[in-house]
């Protein structure tokens, strides 16, 4: 059994753009940042993108991999398709079918990405968007 003797509940919104349909935004060291200057030790980060058009994932960011990733995306659910929705029921139906959020665990003040983990933003949408994520850090300081 763990006791907590110094729980702390903190959050940051985390306002960036993006800068184009199926774009990338690496937000670890931003995430990294948050926890930090929460001062929380061990315990957990949760991440969420409210929007209805963007995702989260935790992969390598790697040029190459990224790129295999867009045309998973654009097979996943392709922009030029007949869809009742105008102009980006693509995008929704992307964001419906991966993550808007992630947690992490938090251990000695450091978030625990796995060796080339990196926490990215995908921007689902037609054109390039002001988008806002919202960091709580739950845990003991």
């Known amino acids: 059994m763990i ?4 729980f702390k509940v903190t959050h940051k919104q985390l306002n ?5 349909a199926i774009s990338f935004t690496d937000l670890s060291d931003e995430v990294q940042h948050a926890v930090s200057a929460s001062k929380i030790q061990n315990g957990i980060v949760h991440v969420f993108a409210p929007h209805a058009t963007g995702i989260l994932i935790l ?3 790697d040029p190459a991999l990224l790129e295999d990733f867009k045309v998973f995306i654009e097979n996943l659910a392709p922009r030029n398709e007949n869809y009742q929705h105008p ?3 693509h995008a929704h139906l992307r964001s419906a079918l991966l993550p808007p959020d992630i947690t992490l665990p938090i251990i000695n003040g450091q978030v625990a990405f796995g060796t ?7 921007e689902t949408d037609v ?3 002001r ?3 919202t ?3 739950i845990g003991e300081q």
């Open 116 to 122: 080339w983990q990196s926490l990215l933003f995908v």
């Open 87 to 89: 102009s980006n029921a």
């Open 3 to 6: 006791i907590m003797s110094d």
């Open 131 to 133: 988008r806002t994520v």
């Open 127 to 129: 054109y390039p968007r």
């Open 135 to 137: 960091i709580q850090i």
């Open 16 to 20: 960036f753009n993006t800068q184009q």
């Open 59 to 61: 992969t390598e960011n």
